[in-house]
């Protein structure tokens, strides 16, 4: 069974600070990858994706990618108190047509 | 003012009874997914549409029927078959098929049986 892994948290950054969200995936064969953003109660936001191996920047976020130790991150850099949320990875698996399975999120808090 | 929309925001159900959840979108996407979220686990896919009058079970279809009779909508039926259906219901949709395409989501139903 295909499995994506996320430390639930809480995870606990001072705001300004740099905020790290890991990933890890069981199959090989994964060729997609996407970080969503989820407020309490809302549906989720799709933040980044990244394909290949290394990293992906858009604005305060930094996507990175290791296939071969099968994880993928999510750095925010300069948080702030509106990134409080939780952050759901999704991997798309070769041969799944258009199937994405989600890990259970990581919840990030912002401290003032 | 592109993108979709779920109906209702909530929705109550006694046990025993049929209920659709509306899901729209005008974005031109091919694609359409529904997703339940229970607390503390992941999104679980329950059917998912890549074309017009196609469309094929997810992990957990068990209890719930879907049609695609047009290409902006994707009504989703939670059957008395669905042993427990509350939860939060969430329909995605992406351009094009495949794992290489972003999914995009509605703002969800929140269904609760009574």
């Known amino acids: 069974q295909k499995e994506v892994e996320q430390n639930s948290g809480p995870l606990s950054v001072p705001e300004g600070a740099i905020a790290s969200l890991n990933c890890t995936y069981s199959?090989?064969?994964?060729?997609?990858f996407f970080w969503y953003r989820q407020y309490s109660g809302k549906s989720p936001e799709l933040i980044m994706f990244i394909y290949s191996n290394g990293d992906k920047e858009d604005g305060r976020f930094t996507a990175q990618l290791n296939k071969a130790s099968q994880y993928v991150s999510l750095l925010i850099r300069d948080s702030q108190p509106s990134d409080s949320a939780t952050y759901l990875c999704?991997?798309?698996?070769?041969?799944?047509?258009?199937?994405?399975?989600f890990g259970t999120g990581t919840r990030l808090q912002v401290t003032l | 003012d592109g993108g979709i929309t779920q109906s209702p925001k909530y929705l109550f159900r006694k046990e025993g009874q049929n209920v659709t959840l509306s899901c729209e979108q005008n974005l031109n996407h091919d694609a359409m997914y529904w997703y339940r979220q229970d607390p503390g686990q992941g999104l679980r896919l329950i059917y998912y549409?890549?074309?017009?009058?196609?469309?094929q079970k997810g992990d957990i279809a068990e209890g719930y029927s879907v049609s695609r009779e047009k290409k902006e909508s994707f009504p989703l039926t939670v059957t008395s078959a669905q042993k427990n259906p509350t939860a939060f219901y969430l329909c995605a949709s992406s351009k094009l098929a495949g794992v290489l395409n972003e999914q995009f989501f509605g703002p969800g139903t929140r269904l609760t049986v009574l």
């Open positions: 549409s890549q074309i017009v009058n196609d469309f």
């Open positions: 999704a991997v798309g698996y070769t041969g799944t047509a258009s199937k994405l399975t």
């Open positions: 199959d090989r064969g994964s060729q997609s």
